[in-house]
Nanobody, 124 residues
């Protein structure tokens, strides 16, 4: 079965960095787009970033553009989110998602599986 396991979250100071990882299994990773989204209590799941199956096309939400970078290693079945210049408003649970066949990597509802998430807290 599909499994997505996020790691790398934690506490960071404003202006700091974190690198999230999402280890995937149970499907042919290299043939699916992947996304990152984040959840804040009381708010809808917010799309953060997406990457095509071969890694050549990447997209980021305006709120994180220039600060966050998505990448993937198909040999390791892992997708990453490098987060720099963190702000307190980046505090959230970050989840990675597997995009459905033929789906868009820029829309939350196009993902058919999600991991449990990893908590990121940005505070001084």
């Amino acid at each position: 079965q599909v499994q997505l396991v996020e790691s790398g979250g934690g506490l960071a100071q404003p202006g700091g960095s974190l690198r999230l990882s999402c280890a995937a299994s149970g499907f042919t990773f290299s043939t699916y787009g992947m996304t990152w989204a984040r959840r804040v209590p009381g708010k809808r799941l917010e799309w953060v970033s997406g990457i095509s199956s071969d890694g050549t096309d990447t997209y980021c939400a305006d709120s994180v553009k220039g600060r966050f970078t998505i990448s993937r290693d198909n040999a390791k079945s892992t997708v990453y989110l490098q987060m720099n210049s963190l702000k307190p408003e980046d505090t959230a649970v970050y989840l990675c998602g597997k995009v459905r066949p033929g789906g868009l990597v820029t829309i939350v509802r196009e993902s058919d599986y999600w991991g449990q998430g990893t908590q990121v807290t940005v505070s001084s």
